[in-house]
């Protein structure tokens, strides 16, 4: 079952502009992360926000979660070439196994020199 | 890729033979993960291990086995492999096992059924 799902599919921006992406899901969660993939690697996380967080910030990025609308945002500020890559959410939710995260199928961020 | 290593890193393989990826890992951690990525599906969790022998199913396990005989070796298998296998094979490995805990990935395997 797909928990988390990524908008917009696609974004791309020029250098120094912000970057926004939206998860939502469907059912009720423990916690949300974020991760990047860049092209032919495998995930780098970034940031995890508990269901008990509004907001969190690291560096440049700031997540936000929405328990009510079920849905998180991943807000990249001064963007940067560097950050092009694919950004997915990871959702556990409150009913499956301790270990378990359901990822969404990413947003492709392309950032223009 | 935190220690993580991966092999092959590419395969062709024609179906119904059966295959087999590893998943190394120098950081001793208990827990590893095998998923498989497709567009416009993200990544799925096909089978899971929380030591050494103990593995558990994932969501998409249909067609894999997996052995764990060593902490730092993770294996799996396609022991007949199809079509709607070809895909690219992440292993993860985390500390705790946790939901919280993050997920350290291997640089993956992309695998080609013909």
């Known amino acids: 079952s797909q928990q988390g799902e990524e908008d917009p599919q696609a974004l791309s921006i020029q250098e120094g502009e912000n970057a926004t992406m939206n998860c939502s899901y469907k059912t009720s969660i423990n916690n949300l992360q974020w991760y990047r993939q860049n092209s032919g690697r495998g995930l780098v996380h970034l940031i995890l926000i508990r269901s008990n967080e509004r907001e969190k910030h690291s560096g440049r990025l700031r997540v936000t979660l929405d328990t009510s609308k079920k849905s998180s945002s991943l807000l990249i500020t001064a963007s940067r070439a560097a950050d092009t890559a694919s950004y997915f959410c990871?959702?556990?939710?409150?009913?499956?196994?301790?270990?378990?995260?359901?990822f969404g199928s990413g947003t492709r961020l392309l950032v223009r020199p | 890729d935190a220690g993580i290593t991966q092999s092959p890193r590419h395969k062709v393989t024609e179906t119904g033979t059966p295959v087999t990826l590893r998943c190394h890992q120098t950081?001793?951690?208990?827990?590893m993960y095998w998923y498989r990525q497709d567009p416009g599906h993200g990544l799925r969790l096909i089978h899971y291990?929380?030591?050494?022998?103990?593995?558990d199913k994932g969501e998409v396990s249909d067609g894999y086995s997996v052995s764990r005989s060593k902490t730092e070796d993770f294996l799996l298998t396609l022991e007949s492999a199809t079509s709607s296998q070809t895909s690219v094979y992440f292993c993860?490995?985390?500390?705790?096992?946790?939901?919280?805990?993050?997920?350290?990935f291997g640089p993956g395997t992309r695998l080609t059924v013909l």
């Open positions: 950081e001793n951690h208990r827990y």
């Open positions: 993860a490995i985390s500390v705790t096992g946790h939901s919280t805990d993050t997920q350290y």
């Open positions: 291990s929380y030591g050494v022998k103990d593995t």
């Open positions: 990871a959702t556990a939710g409150v009913m499956d196994s301790s270990y378990k995260l359901i």
